[in-house]
């Protein structure tokens, strides 16, 4: 078998329209301001396209994308991305999945492959170290996205595909690879619109050997080490699934119940990773390589099924008001057949209900109710009945029906599980983050909630640690390796985890420039450094991590997207739950002017000439 | 342009506006045999304000119940927290302390109270036959062109009703001067829309003419004063310019310019009076080119006498497109150059005028993309 030292620095450039390619160089300079995956796909992508495309039309982008760390055997590392713009929000999006065409791909011998175009007919491709071989997909056309990998797998080690809703561009149609989702942003619907069935790699053809093997194997013991030695990678997550996180949430008072109208409920036990794990007899199904184990699989309905993950249980589940896994599990089927995102898909269904609830929408979708939840979601992948309607996302549903003030999307993307009234730093982070409402770029919940060292009701650091969060994850999603990493990798190092939690926590909330600093999160660039044996260390790979999100920024910004954008559904800015004994809003505004003036953003929330400047940006 | 042979102009509220209006207000509530108002406000109301307005109820002996929990959007719960406090505390009356949303809450909330006692639904459907709690308008200076109106736009959807109309109007110095820049730059732009579609329809009604010239003169000759200088007096003349161009607007059909710029607000987010600011100039000029010939009025309206008297005739359409053009271009801070500058992608025309025909069937898409295409780009004009 041949090797790849690091990586190829080669990605498959595609014209689908006249059914040709083309090979990409990946520069040194490149590889080291933008790390790989994410970052890199982003770059090529911003190279290539202009802006006001339409995210449907021939001449957006889709970039599949490596990361560096794929194939190595570094912990987690079996993700990669796919970055296109997204046509339920008009600005970029990216997802990140553990399913094996990232293997596939990068053992073909390629580090990315980049579509643009549009078939004529419905079409896949093939793909080779030699290259790409379009192939008719008219056999496979219509059907779901099991049936159709079990076709083209056989001419592979690994595929993407889509489902019906993304041949029938729903708007947040996801992509299949395995039993795991490029799940956000309705990418799905951008390969539909392209007449792009699937891919499939050969793999296997290439070996992926570090270039500093002995070094990066002394990282990798020291990573396995901190995933093993930590509660939540070791333990909750392993144990329980990301399920895990109902009980914390719902502690907590983030549980989104009845539309994000309260923040916990009496039976959010029944649903928890603690209940599942007892009652469907969970096993382990995971990313492949993973060390932390939080995917599971279980027994449904006498059958052995994927547990769905925390973010489909908490929205298909508390807010809906539905305790019934079994249920929950079905509707988990039809969107991963289909080919939909679970949290797009559950947060379009629970506007319905309310909506319904108050006159607006004419639907039988009822809160506490199982009854016609499996049918709407089939007739949203076809586009049938009233389902056409839900196929576009509760922001253009609320612009055509009313009842924006409970149509939880940010930017047009959907609220992922986690009440941001029980945690101010969320509300930040869902506000400005780059693809719209995401609970990935900075996970503040965690700091603010399950681990307890932030005050979750105050507004005092909260920008810089969003900053810090978004660098970091954009980082991680760059390298790429599982962002849960993050909890092993930051907390485990003996600084951090011998320093007694009083003293971090006052440490975290009145002296954040200190804490981060505190901080030891070198073990990314490491592994990094010794793949591709370029030098790389904390500083600058915070500093590619802060370009990638900047430019991502500004790419948004050339597509409309300004302070207006910043902000949350009404309803989080001005309901409060029930269950407050105070009525608690998100203290939006004043969290938003600081985190502008740090990113180095003007007051309209457009990148600065000279923040540009200062991350080799140019701008177009 | 003709005049309507047989027409309707309905003017429904009582306007006070002046030094010390608020202190009549209480006296205005007993002659509406009300005495305990329901006072709505934004969340983010300023103390001067709250006090000022207390203040003014000093001596009356009558007291008010404080509603604050208005935000920027106008939603139905936020209408049904209203309704559900006004019940509470047994009110009687309503009133909206500022302009925008509050006056929507403050409608919507006066529509469940009358139309459905139990809070149920409010929908577009529902027909507005009766008459409603008295409601009572105290404008900050923000206004967004419905608020003295017949209509409301609550959670998108537009309601019109002759019972919509506030039952007072109260314009007070002390509170409209600390508007905004922005505040006043945008209520003057939607001022300039109401009045000017309003008067530039095929078959004119002398009546809305009349309110909708007034509105265009206040405004003209106090927005340099107003906004730079912030003289009192000009603050509460563009008060009473946006009440005057909104009553206009209020007994005319919902223009081109209005519609297109709130579709673009609902589906982009872009402020409704920025963009009108924007279009308001190119629909005149592509009315003219359509040989559907600007009113030489508007010249009068905005230049005065003496600039129209020295004007010939046949110039006076183009003259008042021009300081129109003008009057916009000195609030060029706020109104984009073109769509372009606003990063608005030109696949999205498309989907703003499909979205504004839905929202208003009495223009035709083409028309709004031909104004869309004309505004976005200005190199290509």
Known sequence: MQEIIGTSNKVLEVDLSNKSFDIITITDKERVEYLGGKGLGLKLIYDRMDAGVDPLGEENIIAFMGGVLMGTGAPCSGRFDAITKSPLTGIMASSSCGGPFGMALKTSGWDGIVVKGVAKTPTYLAVDSKGVTFKNAKTIWGKDTQASQKVIDKEGTGSVVIGPAGENLVKFANICSGQRYLGRGGLGAVMGSKNLKGIVAKGKEFKIIPKEKEKFDKYKKKAIKYINNNDLTSEAYRKFGTNANVNLANAGGILPVRNFTKGLHGEAHKISGETMAEVHDTKFHTCKPCTILCGHKGTFGGKMKPVPEYETIGLFGSNLEIFDTEAISEWNDICGEMGMDTISAAGTISWTMEATEKGLFDSKLKFGSTDGISETLKNIAKRKGMGDDLAEGTKRLAQKYGGKDFAMNVKGMELPAYDPRGSYGQGLSYAVANRGACHLTTSMFVLEVFLGMMQPYTKRGKHVYVDFGENISTAVNSLHTCLFTAFAYELEPPLIKYTPTFLLNIMVTNMTAVAIKFMDISLWPELWSTITGQKMNTSKFLKAGARINILERYMNTREGISKKDDTLPPRLLQEGRTFDSKKRTVPLESMLKKYYKRKGYDSNGIPKDRTLKKYGIEKK | ?381
């Not at chain 2, 042979?5 to 002659?31: H, N, R, T």
């Not at chain 2, 000017?196 to 309110?211: C, F, G, T, V």
């Not at chain 2, 607000?265 to 592509?286: D, F, I, M, Q, Y």
């Not at chain 2, 801070?333 to 839905?358: F, G, R, W």
Request: with cysteine; glycine share 6%.
């Open chain 2, 1 to 381: 342009m003709e005049k309507l042979k047989d027409y309707s102009f309905l003017c429904q509220p009582k306007i006070i506006s002046g030094k010390k209006s608020l202190e009549g207000i209480p006296l205005e509530l007993s002659d509406l045999n009300a005495s305990k108002p329901l006072v709505l406000a934004m969340n983010n109301i300023s103390d001067k304000h709250r006090k000022t307005f207390t203040k003014a109820f000093g001596d009356s002996n009558m007291s008010f119940t404080l509603f604050d929990g208005i935000g920027q959007y106008a939603g139905v719960t936020a209408a049904r927290e209203a309704a559900i406090l006004f019940r509470e505390r047994g009110c009687d009356a309503l009133i909206a302390l500022g302009d925008g949303p509050v006056m929507n809450i403050a409608k919507g909330a006066n529509i469940l109270l009358s139309m459905d006692k139990h809070l149920h639904k409010l929908t577009n459907d529902v027909e507005i036959n009766q008459h409603m709690k008295p409601l009572v308008y105290v404008p900050l200076g923000a206004a967004m062109g419905l608020e003295a109106t017949s209509k409301a736009d609550i959670d998108l959807n537009l309601y019109d009703s002759p019972f919509l109309y506030p039952d007072l109007i109260v314009i007070d110095d002390r509170l409209v001067i600390d508007a905004s820049v922005e505040d006043m730059n945008y209520s003057a732009l939607m001022a300039l829309t109401g009045s000017i579609e309003s008067s530039s329809l095929e078959l004119s009604n002398p009546m809305a003419d009349s309110y909708a010239h007034a509105s265009l003169a206040y405004i003209s000759e106090n927005i340099t004063k107003g906004i730079k200088k912030k003289k009192k007096n000009s603050c509460l003349a563009l008060a009473n310019g946006a009440v005057m161009g909104s009553i206009a607007y209020s007994n005319a059909p919902e223009g081109i310019v209005y519609t297109t710029s709130k579709a673009i607000e609902r589906l982009l987010g872009h402020s409704a009076a920025a963009v009108a600011g924007l279009l308001l100039p190119h629909w005149l000029e592509l009315k003219s080119a359509d040989k559907k010939p600007v009113r030489d009025v508007l010249m009068l309206a905005l230049g005065g006498f003496d600039v129209y008297s020295s004007t010939p005739k046949k110039e006076r359409p183009h003259g008042g497109v021009n300081l129109l053009e003008d009057l916009i271009h000195n609030m060029d801070d706020y109104v984009p150059l073109d769509l372009k500058s606003l990063n608005i992608p030109q696949y999205k025309l498309k989907e703003i005028a499909q979205y504004a025909t839905e929202t208003n069937s009495t223009i035709k898409k083409k028309d709004i993309l031909t104004l869309l295409e004309r505004a976005y780009d200005r190199e290509e004009i």
